[in-house]
């Protein structure tokens, strides 16, 4: 099998992201791994705009997310989007977000499709929905 692509996307934590404890709360995490998915899919071309034009984009199916360590104000972090699989219509992603020394502090699994806004259904990935998200064919 060949190596699928991975997509990466350095952030700080900001004042914003904290809540009342001084850290990253939990929903706010998966707001930071869809920033680096758009981030990766937008620089291979795969934007808003040809998501409009087009009629088709992406839709998570199911998400879960293991938490490792605190993210806490102005850490700098490095999260990596890597396609494990995709299989028909379903595809599985790993996103980490990672300390500048490589720890990891939070790893998540997103399932997810390529959604036809027309016919409100799930459909094949595209050619160039396969390449925005690093696909890589044997």
């Known amino acids: 099998m060949a190596q699928n692509e991975i997509g990466s996307y350095e952030l700080v ?3 914003r992201h904290l809540d009342t404890f001084g850290h990253v709360n939990n929903a706010t ?4 791994l869809e920033e680096a998915r758009w981030e990766l899919i937008s620089a291979r071309g795969y934007d808003l705009a040809y998501i409009q034009k087009c009629k088709q984009g992406p ?3 199911e998400a879960s997310i293991q938490f490792r360590k605190e993210l806490v104000l102005r850490k700098k972090v490095n999260i990596t989007t890597e396609l494990l699989e995709y299989k028909n219509k379903i595809g599985t992603l790993e996103q980490k977000i990672c300390f500048e ?3 990891v502090a939070a790893k998540a ?3 997810f499709g390529l959604f036809d806004l027309r016919q409100r259904q799930l459909i094949e990935p595209t050619d160039e929905w396969k390449r925005a998200i690093g696909f890589v064919e044997d």
């Open 13 to 15: 934590i900001r004042e």
């Open 29 to 32: 995490y998966f707001e930071m």
């Open 59 to 61: 839709v998570i199916l």
């Open 101 to 103: 020394n490589g720890e």
């Open 109 to 111: 699994k997103l399932v």
